[in-house]
């Protein structure tokens, strides 16, 4: 595709929902990083890909916070049983390698109630 | 570990005008990338300008520059003959230069607002 694709743009669930958030990183894009914005604040890294692998889960801020990515490509963040501080903007962003300029997506937005 | 800061949480300037917005960072790292990142209400971060650290010339792209202090740790951008679309927020970010993950770490935004 020309740029990262997420989806859905808005998610609503309620407190307690299993939650699963997507992201189409730009084709032949070799790293990819989730990253969690809370609102009016910098985004915050949780995890970074490079192909399948996760080489880095340090920023995930609990085990209820689980990310893949199975075949180097598609990657799914996905929230088990949501709280309201888990409400923010979550952005992907892709790069063709670590080195290189990283392209965001546009984030899904989730509200917790 | 590296920290990011933005001080100033609101800028105005009048179109056409030029502003400066200010960010201070900490590392004891020597090889490091420095960025202006511009996010619209639309959310999507978009790259302003890049400045690598063994570099001392200052990063420049068109109406955006950038004054890079090593020694101070200051990184900050400068926006000449504001235009009403460059209205968002600025986040001022840091990437390592080592290590086998390039995350950015962000400050927490200013937000520009660009009076006509």
């Known amino acids: 595709g020309a740029g990262v694709s997420q989806s859905p743009r808005y998610k609503v669930a309620k407190r307690g929902q299993d939650v699963a958030l997507r992201c189409d990183p730009i084709?032949?894009?070799?790293?990819l990083f989730w990253y969690q914005q809370a609102l009016g604040q910098g985004p915050e890294f949780l995890t970074y890909?490079?192909?399948?692998?996760?080489?880095?889960k340090s920023g995930l801020p609990s085990d209820r916070f689980f990310a893949e990515r199975p075949e180097g490509s598609v990657s799914t963040l996905k929230i088990q049983r949501t709280q309201q501080e888990d409400s923010a903007v979550y952005l992907c962003?892709?790069?063709?390698?670590?080195?290189?300029?990283?392209?965001f997506g546009q984030g899904t937005r989730l509200t917790v109630v | 570990a590296q920290t990011v800061t933005q001080s100033q949480p609101e800028m105005s300037v009048q179109e056409a005008e030029t502003v400066t917005l200010s960010c201070t960072y900490d590392?004891?790292?020597?090889?490091?990338?420095l960025f202006w990142y511009k996010q619209p209400p639309s959310r999507q971060m978009i790259l302003v300008i890049r400045?690598?650290?063994?570099?001392?010339q200052n990063a420049t792209e068109n109406r955006f520059s950038v004054n890079f202090q090593k020694a101070a740790k200051s990184f900050s951008l400068k926006i000449s003959d504001s235009q009403l679309g460059d209205a968002a927020m600025y986040f001022c970010?840091?990437?390592?230069?080592?290590?086998?993950?390039?995350?950015?770490?962000f400050g927490k935004g200013i937000t520009l607002s660009v009076r006509p």
């Open positions: 400045q690598e650290a063994y570099k001392q």
């Open positions: 084709s032949g894009h070799v790293s």
């Open positions: 962003a892709s790069s063709l390698d670590r080195a290189t300029e990283a392209f």
């Open positions: 890909f490079q192909n399948e692998a996760q080489l880095d």
């Open positions: 970010a840091y990437r390592s230069g080592t290590g086998a993950n390039s995350k950015l770490t």
């Open positions: 590392t004891s790292e020597s090889d490091y990338y």
